[in-house]
């Protein structure tokens, strides 16, 4: 039993879970079934466009529908998909809907995790989803309020009477002064669960404020300091325990450098776009509707995008239309990475 680097820049005893595979390789597709979630976890990262909403997003794209969801699915090229929020369990017919029309659409084999807090847990919602859930991640509640460690185990181990020990897992932000107590809980849970997902602890805009008021911060200023260390601490406590569970800790690295990079290289872009290493995508774009051949209207961004000889022979023309090289991430939301006039 060791600890190993994957190639992802992350760590693990024992190998990784089944969504986490999927998830590294940039195939799973998120899916926010809602804000709305009744614990208020001091850490919580969500957005303000997104905290205590009822907004549904699948990855960056708002959705209001099945039909937007499956367009992202086919867009994004995910294979799988990881159901979050919020608390799924407070939208639970919601939930249930979209999971069952992604299995129905996608196929058996397009493989479903859910995160859940582990507040509104109870034996009835955790059979009705996991006809539809391969996994099942649990959010547990005990780093908020020590008292509901009890309570958090007897929830979770109701997960076993409806998934095999493999796919029911518990997954945690890695916060530096609590390793001792997710060691412990580690200890009490491990005979109902199959893995542990430990992530280290990033900023949003959103936790901003109370994560720089507790701790400090390294690497470019957005990961609590310490907290690759607290997870390659407890990583070894249960290696030297010889836990037999399946422990990842997700660095920052992954989810930025491989997961959203891969994530990219995998999505559909716009015609007459090329794709650069990074996954972003360059287009040479007019700034308004131009009809004729080899040119793309845009019509969400009000732009058309020109073939390389249709640009060049724009170019030859100077003062008529300004072209200007866009690149921009291929997601819905095509985050624009730098712009220019050629
Ligand atoms: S359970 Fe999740 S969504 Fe709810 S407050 Fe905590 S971190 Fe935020």
Redesign the pocket.
């Known amino acids: 039993m060791e600890i190993k680097k994957t190639k992802f820049d992350s760590y693990c005893l024992n190998g990784i879970a089944e969504g986490c595979k999927y998830c590294v390789k940039g195939e799973k597709l998120v899916l926010f079934v809602t804000g709305i979630?009744k614990?208020?976890?001091w850490y919580?990262s969500?957005s303000n466009k997104r905290k205590n909403k009822d907004v549904i997003f699948a990855n960056e794209r708002k959705c209001k529908n099945i039909k937007e969801l499956f367009e992202e699915v086919k867009e994004s090229r995910a294979t799988s998909a990881g159901i979050t929020?919020?608390?799924p369990l407070l939208f639970l017919p919601r939930t249930i809907k979209f999971a069952s029309e992604l299995k129905k659409r996608f196929g058996k084999e397009f493989h479903i995790h859910i995160y859940l807090?582990t507040k509104f847990v109870t034996a009835e919602k955790l059979e009705k989803l996991s006809k539809v859930v391969d996994e099942v991640r649990f959010?547990p509640e005990f780093l908020i309020n020590k008292n509901t460690i009890n309570e958090d185990v007897k929830k979770i181990s109701l997960a076993g009477l409806f998934w095999n020990k493999p796919n029911i897992g518990i997954e945690l932000p890695l916060l530096p002064d609590k390793k001792e107590e997710v060691v412990n809980f580690i200890l009490k849970i491990k005979d109902y669960i199959g893995f542990v997902n430990l992530n280290e602890f990033e900023l949003s805009d959103t936790n901003f404020n109370i994560i720089t008021k507790n701790y400090n911060l390294n690497r470019g200023g957005y990961v609590a300091k310490g907290s690759l260390e607290a997870g390659r601490w407890i990583l070894d406590e249960l290696r030297r325990k010889k836990v037999n569970l399946k422990v990842h800790l997700c660095t920052a690295e992954l989810k930025n450098q491989h997961q959203f990079r891969n994530r990219l290289k995998k999505h559909k872009f716009l015609p007459y776009g090329k794709r650069t290493e990074d996954g972003t995508v360059i287009y040479l774009i007019v700034k308004k509707k131009l009809r004729g051949k080899r040119k793309f209207y845009d019509k969400r961004k009000n732009r058309t995008i020109l073939s390389e000889d249709v640009a060049r022979k724009l170019l030859e023309k100077p003062g008529k239309y300004k072209i200007i090289r866009v690149e921009e991430f291929p997601t819905y939301d095509r985050i624009e990475v730098e712009s220019g006039e050629i």
Request: hydrophobic residues 10%; glycine residues 18%; aromatic residues 0%.
């Open positions: 979630c614990r208020n976890c919580c969500l929020g919020g608390d807090p959010h």
